[in-house]
């Protein structure tokens, strides 16, 4: 079965560059036409797509966040990687990596795909 776990800083300071990690076990990014995708939540709010890689490594980013957004991924561990620069406190949300056969944009489910427990970030000084 395929898991999901994020990983990264719980506290990051406003202009900063946020680093997430996401580890997948029991599948590989590299393969099974599987679109890896970060979702965050901010609080009070729903869920918010910000970007996917392709199982080929194509990417895909909201255009909302595409500016300040990079997807990247190592293979050899089997993790992929999201980089949000300059924050300000309403980046504050829970991150979600959640796999999914379909490239989903909008009305994300926790029950599609294959979903992280999500990490908890906030964005303060």
């Known amino acids: 079965q395929v898991q999901l776990q994020e990983s990264g800083p719980g506290l990051v300071k406003p202009s900063q560059t946020l680093s997430l990690t996401c580890t997948v076990s029991?599948?590989?990014?590299?393969?099974?036409?599987?679109?890896w995708n970060w979702i965050r939540q901010p609080p009070g709010k729903g869920l918010e797509w910000m970007g996917a890689m392709y199982y080929s490594g194509s990417l895909y980013y909201s255009p909302s966040l595409k500016s300040r957004t990079s997807i990247s991924r190592d293979t050899s561990k089997n993790q992929f990687t999201l980089q949000l620069s300059s924050v300000t406190p309403e980046g504050t949300a829970v991150y979600y990596c959640?796999?999914?056969?379909?490239?989903?944009?909008?009305?994300?489910?926790?029950?599609?795909?294959?979903w992280g427990q999500g990490t908890q970030v906030a964005v303060s000084s």
């Open positions: 029991g599948g590989s990014i590299r393969s099974g036409y599987y679109y």
């Open positions: 959640a796999g999914s056969d379909t490239l989903k944009t909008t009305g994300w489910v926790r029950g599609d795909g294959y």
